[in-house]
Structures are given as structure tokens and as C-alpha cells.
């Protein structure tokens, strides 16, 4: 029987610098927004703390789940209450 290796690169989560790769570029596109839409001094630094503290948040939640952003966006659809009722159609 033959064997063949299987490649890490097919079953790891897709992440860049330890954070969601869709989460880790829309951080960076905000401060990116924010940075460069303000062009002064100030805006520089609070481009730059929205990227370093987003990044941090991003990769703790990266570690401790890797799917943790899809299962918090589902979250965020369910409802917040289910009426004890029957559907329209029961009899």
C-alpha cells in the first residue's frame, strides 16, 4: 500500500501574524482609512493605536479559537429572543 504525506499547508486555518486573515486586513484597512484620511500628526497615532490594539484583540482571539470570528458573527445573527409559540403552520 502506498502512502502520501499530507501537506500542512492544505488543513491549517488561514491566518496572518496569528489573526483571522479576513479580521487581520480589515483592521489594517481601517487605520489605513483613518491614518491617511486625516493626514495630520494625530491621526497618524490613532492609526496606529486602532492597528496595534486590533491586531492584539485579533490574535488573542486567533489563539484561543481559530474559527473565532465566524462563530461570534453567527452569534451576532441569532436572535435575542424565541417566542414560546407553535409556527403558523401547526394544527
Avoid at 483592521?27 to 489605513?32: P, W
Wanted: no cysteine.
Amino acid at each position: 500500500m502506498r502512502t502520501l504525506p499530507v501537506r500542512r499547508s492544505l488543513h491549517r486555518h488561514n491566518h496572518i501574524m496569528g489573526a483571522e486573515r479576513e479580521l487581520a486586513l480589515s483592521i489594517g484597512l481601517l487605520a489605513f482609512v483613518v491614518g491617511f484620511g486625516g493626514m495630520t500628526w494625530v491621526a497618524g497615532v490613532t492609526a496606529v493605536l486602532i492597528y496595534g490594539g486590533g491586531m492584539l484583540v485579533a490574535r488573542r482571539m486567533g489563539k484561543a479559537d481559530p474559527l473565532m470570528v465566524r462563530v461570534w458573527m453567527r452569534h451576532l445573527k441569532q436572535q435575542l429572543y424565541y417566542p414560546a409559540k407553535s409556527g403558523i403552520w401547526r394544527t
